[in-house]
């Protein structure tokens, strides 16, 4: 009995806790708006200003006013296929660095010098290359995004145990074989980790993207408001970015944690 | 000609000196134990008759030519399973014969995988994980593998050594068995005389490291089926024991005279083996 009642206490308390931070941070956002920002709209001005976009988040009243989730829709779709370009280069890759010690003498220490490179540089570099925004987003998003991938792919299988090679060698499996049915399920969850991060800059990069390139979504919305002067909704954008990127993380934590053998 | 021979095997580790001019011929259809102290280049041996690592000096032969890469005619039970984890059990024992015995039509692949684990007791299980499944039942199942791809030989590194006690008594039973019945050629690594006693037709020390190499062959004529209560009062059983032991200690004693003079911590050898 005792313990049930327990239980219901530290679930109540597991749930109001966190609703008392959110409303510390809310009411120091409306202290700052009233005192030193003025400038900075006030939690329930946000609040008004924005619900036209949360009570028809799918609406589309133009190119440039559209409803917040068909917005992050955008966003997603693009991050979707920026982040698929990462895997697709970062996992062969990372595979090829561990693997191949020529390979990672060659290759390693470019990956290093490439991978805290800004998405803010990549961008007008992709402009050059492709000559349209949206190639150059994706370019972008593949670019700053992989490195998690490729690193992690690359431990993943320089630390698959050299048993399940002794095993490999005395089964006598081909090279493929090898490759298929011992170290990629060996060095999954290594990759699932990278993959995991990958997804999470991806996001993160999605806003700088949308914002230099001017295409719809969440980031283009988010910087176009600012210089129509609307903050409120910079601050709806920013939430949004936060809540989905969480969201995100959370999906592929889950994958990962199914991937765990033992 | 030996089946499998070392000649004049010289292994290095890194700085240490494991084996030193090892030499052993296994003829076909023995069961020979190679009994050593832990450290004494046990794993390297079974190794190097694996072909998964090569000798610095001297020779691995197998029928007279050169052991280079493993081989499906030289099948090797791990000392710590090496079930790859994400296959179920039947899966491991399947991608063995898939990989060994590619030729065979799918359906007798399937078949033969279901009889090998049916003859190491484990078709109930054949669905489980290696993580679902206990020490012993992990250890059958490698077995079973190395089993199925029908080897000429098999190569055992301390096959039971992480078991415990009763698990590796029934053990033993098995793979005495399974020698028996199936005729193979079997080379077991083992820390443990007595175990050695129980399963081999022959014995050979490793004397203890750095540099360690083989000691006088023991022939056990003790006649099969061994029954281990009986074993315990035959004196032919009790000589043995005492002359492996005896080399084995010695064989330590030079090598602690020659660094260490006065220490001689035999009781944890004579401890294991009673």
């Known amino acids: 009995m005792l313990g049930t009642t327990q239980s219901w206490k530290s679930k109540l308390l597991g749930l109001l806790l966190p609703l008392f931070g959110v409303a510390v941070i809310v009411g120091l956002w409306a202290l700052t708006s009233q005192t030193w920002a003025k400038a900075l709209p006030s939690p329930l001005k946000t609040w008004e200003v924005s619900l036209p976009y949360l009570v028809e988040p799918f609406a589309k009243r133009g190119e440039l006013d559209q409803g917040i989730l068909r917005f992050t829709w955008y966003s997603l779709e693009r991050v979707a296929q920026g982040y698929t370009l990462a895997l697709l280069i970062g996992t062969p890759l990372g595979f090829l660095l561990g693997m191949s010690r020529v390979f990672q003498t060659v290759f390693d220490p470019i990956v290093q010098i490439l991978r805290p490179v800004s998405p803010l540089a990549w961008l007008p570099l992709g402009l050059v290359i492709f000559q349209h925004p949206g190639p150059a987003g994706l370019f972008t998003i593949a670019m700053c995004s992989m490195w998690p991938t490729v690193l992690n792919t690359a431990l993943g299988v320089r630390s698959v145990p050299q048993d399940y090679l002794n095993v490999a060698k005395v089964l006598r499996l081909s090279r493929t074989k090898t490759l298929f049915k011992v170290m990629l399920p060996a060095a999954l969850p290594y990759m699932f980790t990278g993959f995991r991060l990958s997804l999470g800059i991806a996001w993160l990069v999605i806003v700088a993207a949308e914002m230099l390139t001017g295409a719809p979504g969440v980031g283009g919305f988010l910087w176009q408001e600012y210089n129509a002067l609307i903050y409120e909704h910079i601050i709806l954008c920013i939430i949004t970015i936060g809540l989905v990127g969480f969201i995100l993380d959370r999906i592929m934590g889950a994958i990962e944690q199914r991937l765990k053998v033992d | ?274």
């Open chain 2, 1 to 274: 000609m030996a089946l499998l021979e070392l000649r004049e095997v010289e292994k290095s580790q890194g700085q240490t000196h494991v084996l030193a001019r090892a030499s052993l011929g296994i003829e076909k259809g023995e069961f020979v134990a190679i009994v050593g102290f832990s450290g004494a280049g046990k794993s390297t041996l079974i190794s190097l008759l694996a072909g998964l690592t090569k000798p610095d000096a001297g020779e691995v032969l197998w029928q007279g030519k050169s052991v280079t890469a493993p081989g499906p005619e030289r099948g090797v039970v791990f000392q710590n399973y090496s079930l790859l984890p994400w296959l179920t059990a039947f899966d491991n024992v399947y991608l063995a014969i898939d990989c060994v015995l590619s030729d065979l039509p799918k359906l007798e692949k399937v078949r033969r995988t279901e009889r090998y684990l049916a003859m190491v007791g484990l078709s109930h299980a054949q669905d489980r994980k290696p993580a679902q499944l206990s020490g012993g039942m992990r250890q059958r199942v490698a077995l079973a593998r190395a089993l199925a791809a029908d080897p000429e030989v098999l190569l055992m590194d301390e096959p039971l050594s992480a078991l415990d006690a009763l698990t590796r008594a029934s053990l033993q039973d098995e793979i005495e068995r399974i020698g028996r019945v199936s005729g193979k050629t079997i080379v077991l690594v083992t820390n443990d005389v007595d175990e050695a006693i129980l399963l081999a037709d022959r014995i050979v020390p490793l004397s203890a490291g750095p540099s360690a190499t083989f000691g006088p062959s023991y022939d056990v004529e003790i006649p099969r089926p061994r029954d281990r209560r009986a074993l315990n009062h035959d004196p032919k059983f009790r000589l043995l024991r005492s002359q492996i032991t005896q080399f084995l200690l010695d064989s330590r004693q030079t090598r602690r005279s020659s660094t260490l003079p006065s220490s001689l911590p035999v009781g944890e050898l004579v401890g294991a083996m009673s």
